[in-house]
């Protein structure tokens, strides 16, 4: 009987979504996906003509602080990515979400160019829906659809934040 109760309630969870009020989507995994598009793969750093670029004007990085812990993070080259650094910097607590990723509700909504990623990569930073922020601390299939932001090029930033329910995230461009 607890067994069933269990089952329906997972169930239930199930139907929960990730969307604009503010509903989780708890996900099923699935083998048969399509894979990444080849125009979604990270770049080293944005390239600037340097006659567009400003004499005073330094390229910027992305980096990700969480706990006390820093990595730079490589960018897809998408609006997304370029309406995120627009309201940057920024920090944020995130929740945890089956284990495997933390989550964030940003104010926002984006632009989006949602893609089936067969297989998520520890370090992937996605966004699900418009406004759903997701850090990715482990690797494993899915059937959902993200729209991809990066990769933390530094993993042992993800190693210490498993266990906890809510970490502190800080994202800012710096030189």
Request: glycine residues 4%; charged residues 25%; proline residues 3%.
């Amino acid at each position: 009987m607890r067994k069933g109760m269990f089952i329906a309630f997972c169930m239930c969870l199930l139907l929960v979504a990730c969307d604009d009020k503010k509903q989780l989507t708890l996900p099923t995994r699935s083998k048969d996906q399509t894979k990444l598009k080849k125009e979604a793969v990270p770049t080293e750093t944005e390239t600037v003509d340097d006659n567009e670029k400003g004499e005073d004007e330094t390229l910027k990085e992305l980096y990700i602080t969480i706990h006390e812990q820093s990595s730079k993070i490589s960018l897809y080259d998408n609006q997304t990515t370029k309406e995120l650094k627009e309201i940057l910097p920024m920090s944020f607590s995130m929740e945890d979400l089956h284990q495997n990723e933390k989550f964030v509700y940003l104010n926002q909504n984006f632009t989006t160019n949602a893609q089936a990623i067969s297989q998520i990569q520890k370090g992937d930073v996605m966004l699900f829906g418009s406004n759903c922020l997701v850090i990715f601390y482990e690797s494993f299939p899915t059937t959902f659809q993200y729209t991809p932001i990066g990769r933390i090029e530094d993993l042992n930033v993800l190693d210490e934040i498993a266990g906890n329910t809510v970490i502190q995230v800080r994202l800012e461009m710096r030189e």
